[in-house]
């Protein structure tokens, strides 16, 4: 299974965006998904996560209220929605699949399958 992140773009302060993710070579609607980024200088960071039904999600407490992950597993694609953008949001983000699924993990170990990420950039 090999993940594509797109979506990603130039955006003002302010502002929203939405990322998603499908796959190519398999399905990814049995697998939990997971958001994270990298931003210059800076660590890998987990944003949210959801389980293969929806019925389960997990958000970085940090930005709560701002992003919202959600998938439709019909069309094979996992998003998420980026809103009130900040400058710091800066970053690659990618997608990530595993089946380890409750609880969500937040960390990378365990999600086996990688996007290429997709560059968010905001404007002050």
């Known amino acids: 299974v090999q993940l594509q992140a797109s979506g990603g773009g130039l955006a003002q302060a302010g502002g929203s965006l939405r990322l998603s993710c499908t796959s190519v070579?398999?399905?990814?609607?049995?697998?939990?998904v997971a958001w994270f980024r990298r931003a210059p200088g800076k660590e890998r960071e987990f944003l949210a996560a959801i389980n293969w039904s929806s019925d389960f999600t997990a958000y970085e407490p940090s930005v709560r209220g701002r992003v919202t992950i959600s998938r439709d597993n019909d069309k094979n694609e996992v998003y998420l929605q980026l809103n009130n953008l900040k400058p710091e949001d800066t970053a690659v983000y990618y997608c990530?699949?595993?089946?380890?699924?409750?609880?969500?993990?937040?960390?990378?170990?365990?999600?086996?399958?990688w996007g290429q990420g997709t560059l968010v950039t905001v404007s002050s």
């Open positions: 990530a699949a595993g089946i380890w699924q409750q609880p969500l993990s937040t960390g990378p170990g365990l999600y086996n399958y």
């Open positions: 070579g398999g399905s990814i609607s049995g697998y939990a």
